[in-house]
């Protein structure tokens, strides 16, 4: 009943973007503060991004930080992210996250 869908990932070189989606349904997306996760072959999950309920504030890791950015539309229940000038280091699969809800993942590949 409670799922979040990611999609929106591919393969891109090196300088390019990609827009990653994250829907939901089950629940109202709007009353939660929701995270952007990756993990690549061989490391740990880490955080990316993640925005608040209310105000609309947002983290973002240093990694990727002037680069990536996060954003919600309440109205259609999904959150994106925003990946641009794309590196190497970005590759990994990217989940979204609502306290106690892991999306699928979607695979994002950097490559020349």
């Known amino acids: 009943q409670l799922q979040l869908v990611e999609s929106g990932g591919g393969l891109v070189q090196p300088g390019g973007s990609l827009r990653l989606s994250c829907a939901a349904s089950?629940?109202?997306?709007?009353?939660?503060?929701i995270g952007w996760f990756r993990q690549a072959p061989g490391k740990e999950r880490e955080g990316v991004s993640c925005i608040s309920s209310s105000d609309g504030a947002t983290y973002y890791a240093d990694s990727v930080k002037g680069r990536f950015t996060i954003s919600r539309d309440n109205a259609k229940n999904t959150v994106y992210l925003q990946m641009n000038s794309l590196k190497p280091d970005d590759t990994a699969i990217y989940y979204c996250?609502?306290?106690?809800?892991w999306g699928q993942g979607t695979q994002v590949t950097v490559s020349s």
């Open positions: 089950g629940f109202t997306l709007d009353y939660y503060a």
């Open positions: 996250y609502v306290p106690s809800y």
